[in-house]
Nanobody, 116 residues
Framework: QVQLVESGGGLVQAGGSLRLSCAAS????????VHWYRQAPGKQRELVAT???????LYADSVKGRFTISRDNAKNTLYLQMNSLKPEDTAVYYC??????????WGQGTQVTVSS
């Protein structure tokens, strides 16, 4: 069973930075793609960034140039470095691991609040 635990959220002023972490257990982290999603109040959950098992990355247009996704397979940990934060980045951020098949796993989420 895979468990994902996010951390690093908090309150930050606009223009500031935060680094989110997602610690994975279960032994399949290194061989699968992992993702960051976010969900703002009243909005649908949206994909923020993806990093594959071969370290290819993909970003939503809204965060390109400001956010950086990375992974440390030795630590079974996914990261999201968020710079130049804007109030519209306020959301609950979730990590997700996908296997390419029917199995996928979500973390419990971490709140990010950006004040103007």
């Amino acid at each position: 069973q895979v468990q994902l635990v996010e951390s690093g959220g908090g309150l930050v002023q606009a223009g500031g930075s935060l680094r989110l972490s997602c610690a994975a257990s279960g032994g399949i982290f290194r061989s699968n793609a992992v993702h960051w999603y976010r969900q703002a109040p009243g909005k649908q959950r949206e994909l923020v960034a993806t990093i594959t098992s071969t370290f290819n990355t993909l970003y939503a247009d809204s965060v390109k140039g400001r956010f950086t996704i990375s992974r440390d397979n030795a630590k079974n940990t996914l990261y999201l470095q968020m710079n130049s934060l804007k109030p519209e980045d306020t959301a609950v951020y979730y990590c997700r691991l996908t296997t390419g098949g029917p199995l996928h796993y979500w973390g419990q989420g971490t709140q990010v609040t950006v004040s103007s």
